[in-house]
């Protein structure tokens, strides 16, 4: 799925950063007592654009509706393990691994990056403190944070940005009379109505359809590994002329 972070790029998130960024110097230059207060507003307020942004870009929480419709109907076809099928794969292996170790790197980095951040603060906070002078103490703190804001905007994309495998393939799912839903780990699901605009690629060999729907708009591929792999096409055919004929009906 997408990322749930804030994307420093987007130019609405970066001028609310700027905003909290010339407001908590001011605090901490002139009102230094309240900076807990201002603290907590801050983190409730970034809590908030950021559940915002994941619900907007993570299809399991923005189309729950048809997720719901999807699970609820009646199922055609299902396959409760095939993970046996993904391990033999070795190009699908060799990717989920380096998405996980990529992934590693980025939690790895970030950590070090809070740990020095916490040990400069410290040092530019006792240089602050000890002018009595409020500017002086503002032109500091804005600087410090402007620092901060600047190194994570040019290597957000090389450090911290989190990874997604651009093709999502779930231990199990089920093909049901409204589309398909997975599970095992990599939850994904694709809707009937946008099946019909997917492109399916079959794969005898490693016994998997790949559906990369135009229409969902979602970020990822789905790939559907089956032990009958030819069954699994005539129920994704059988779905497509269920919701053909029910739009043609409607």
Known sequence: MSSTTPNPYNWKFAAISQGYLIVISIILGFYPKYFLEAFISYFIIIMAITFSMTYKSN??????????????????YEEKNANE???KDQDYQREYMQFAKKNMMMLFSYLIYIVV??????????LATAQTD????????????????L????????????????????LSYK???????????????????????SNMVL???????????????????????????????????????LELKRQSSS
């Open 59 to 76: 299809p399991m929480l923005r189309d729950r509706k048809l997720m719901l419709e999807v699970a609820n109907s009646g199922t055609l």
């Open 203 to 241: 794969n005898r060999e490693k016994k998997y359809v790949e559906i990369d729907s135009t229409s969902a708009k979602y970020p990822y591929k789905i790939r559907l590994y089956a032990k009958d792999v030819d069954k699994l096409v005539e129920m994704l055919e059988r779905v497509k002329r």
């Open 175 to 197: 093909v049901t009379e409204k589309g398909i839903i997975g599970s095992g780990g990599m939850s994904v699901f694709l809707h009937a109505k946008h099946l019909l605009n």
């Open 85 to 87: 099928l993904i391990t």
């Open 117 to 126: 951040l916490f040990f400069v603060y410290n040092y530019v906070s006792k």
């Open 151 to 170: 190194f994570g905007f040019f290597v957000y994309r090389r450090l911290f940005r989190p990874s997604m495998m651009s093709t999502m393939a779930p």
């Open 134 to 149: 409020p500017y002086y103490r503002l032109g500091v703190y804005l600087a410090y944070f402007e620092v901060i804001y």
